[in-house]
């Protein structure tokens, strides 16, 4: 199995920035995707970036140019670098880690338990 554990949020002005961590451990070979979703109250968790082994990135309409998404395959880390931060960011956000569990080609997704960030002034 895989553990997330994140790491980094907190309280920012708008306009601030914040960097998310997120360590992966145990099975951490099978990961071949990771990314950051989040969930504001009383709204549907949505898709923030992923980024693949490979290093294809995608990132949500409201962050492009703002987030970015980065890995570091060999500390088994994924960073979340939030720029220009909006009170609409403001939102638990947790690490997911997409893993291969058999030849097949099954996925398997885990999730952190989420770090919250809330941009106020």
């Known amino acids: 199995q895989v553990q997330l554990v994140e790491s980094g949020g907190g309280l920012v002005q708008p306009g601030g920035s914040l960097r998310l961590s997120c360590e992966a451990s145990?099975?951490?070979?099978?990961?071949?995707?990771m990314g950051w979703y989040r969930q504001a109250p009383e709204k549907q968790r949505e898709l923030v970036a992923s980024i693949t082994n490979g290093g294809k990135t995608t990132y949500a309409d409201s962050v492009k140019g703002r987030f970015s998404i980065s890995r570091d395959h060999a500390k088994n880390m994924v960073y979340l670098q939030m720029n220009n931060l909006k009170p609409e960011d403001t939102a638990v956000y947790h690490c997911?880690?997409?893993?291969?569990?058999?030849?097949?080609?099954?996925?398997?997704?885990?999730w952190g338990q989420g770090t919250q960030v809330t941009v106020s002034s």
């Open positions: 997911n880690a997409e893993a291969i569990v058999n030849v097949e080609g099954a996925k398997r997704t885990h």
């Open positions: 145990g099975r951490t070979f099978n990961i071949n995707s």
